[in-house]
């Protein structure tokens, strides 16, 4: 295979991965919103098998039993490490917390929708690999990218990790967030490979420095956004437990101030793409990639303030929480784009003209 054909299969590769990172994403939307964090109890297999069963006649016998010590056996592991790093009091939060006891019943829709969220992280994972295998094409033009798509790698091992930890631990809410940004960090960088290899060679054109600049701002508006949802989405996790899953009309109501800042940012993050899109507008074709992407973005902005408002009067309908999350993740990756399609493929310049 010639060296230009290896290049043209990383492309191809790396695109196929940033389209699995959006399904796997939009996959961990459904599993969060439908509940389905333990539909299995272990891993890497599911109540002892590689292929979960479809009703209880199947389970493994005393699985709950294996289970509890299993999840307690991580918890203590888990709370070790926040001690040794400072944690202390989550440390005891964490190694003293009874509801880790209380197994949950098996439901084979939950075992079934983590099971094929679990299939969609092994792919996605196998494909960064492949990705980071075949990034040495590009060794001697451009030595970050092979080095972006192995730290890709490595990001995806922890983030694995830390999503067991998400679904293990009741008290540590954070890590929702935590694992939310890493996920979008996984993402960016998987979108950065792929945009340094389409972009290595072709010549650059003149734009005025403030695009970018605004486009950053934008991008950085988005990513305090997405931080502030799952913020609210950890809100509702303690409410719904508290009202043991039941009331739902409630949810919204006992939200308090994180659920007004997230919307009040969100008139700000449209307000700031509004603005992005006339500078756009102003500096580019029609037909240009940087217009299409604004329009997209737009569209995608138009839908999440659909799903906005369906999760607010509509009691949260977990279609809506999933689509709230994908749509949030297409806007970020479309302006982690358009920033690096400003800053790799133009020359900036002072003025407007």
């Not at 964090?37 to 209880?56: E, I, L, R």
């Not at 590009?138 to 990001?155: A, D």
């Not at 949260?316 to 990756?333: D, E, S, Y």
Request: hydrophobic share 50%.
């Amino acid at each position: 295979m010639t060296k230009a054909a290896s290049k043209i299969r990383f492309q191809k590769i790396n695109l196929v991965t940033i389209i699995l990172l959006f399904v796997l994403i939009l996959a961990g939307g459904v599993v969060r919103s439908t509940g389905s964090g333990m539909g299995c109890p272990d891993w890497p297999k599911c109540f002892g098998q590689y292929v979960p069963p479809t009703n209880s006649s199947d389970l493994p016998a005393n699985y709950k039993k294996g289970y509890i010590a299993g999840r307690i056996k991580k918890n203590q592991r888990f709370a070790k490490a926040l001690n040794f790093f400072g944690f202390t009091d989550l440390a005891r939060r964490i190694s003293n917390d009874r509801s880790v006891l209380i197994p949950e019943e098996f439901n084979a829709a939950k075992t079934w929708t983590e099971y094929v969220n679990r299939l969609i992280g092994a792919t996605s994972g196998f494909f960064l690999l492949i990705t980071a295998v075949l990034s040495f094409t590009y060794r001697k033009e451009n030595k970050l990218i092979p080095f972006l798509s192995i730290l890709n790698v490595i990001l995806v091992g922890y983030q694995a990790w830390l999503g067991s930890i998400v679904v293990s631990t009741n008290l540590v809410s954070w890590i929702v967030t935590v694992h939310m940004l890493l996920a979008l960090a996984i993402l960016a960088l998987s979108i950065s490979t792929y945009h340094l290899a389409r972009v290595y060679g072709k010549q650059k054109v003149s734009i005025n420095m403030i695009v970018p600049i605004v486009t950053f701002l934008v991008l950085c508006l988005s990513i305090v956004q997405i931080a502030f949802g799952t913020g609210v989405r950890e809100k509702i996790d303690a409410i719904s437990g508290r009202l043991q899953q039941g009331y739902r009309e409630d949810w919204i109501r006992n939200l308090g101030k994180i659920f007004f800042e997230h919307r009040d940012i969100a008139v700000v993050v449209l307000i700031a793409n509004v603005a992005l899109y006339v500078l756009v507008r102003k500096g580019f074709s029609r037909h240009s990639l940087q217009q299409q992407i604004m329009s997209f973005t737009f569209l995608l902005i138009m839908l999440q303030m659909v799903t906005g408002i369906l999760l607010t009067y509509w009691n949260l309908p977990p279609a809506a929480q999933a689509a709230h999350i994908i749509l949030a993740a297409l806007i970020f990756g479309a302006q982690y784009y358009l920033l690096l399609n400003l800053f790799k493929t133009v020359k900036l310049q002072g003025s407007w003209k």
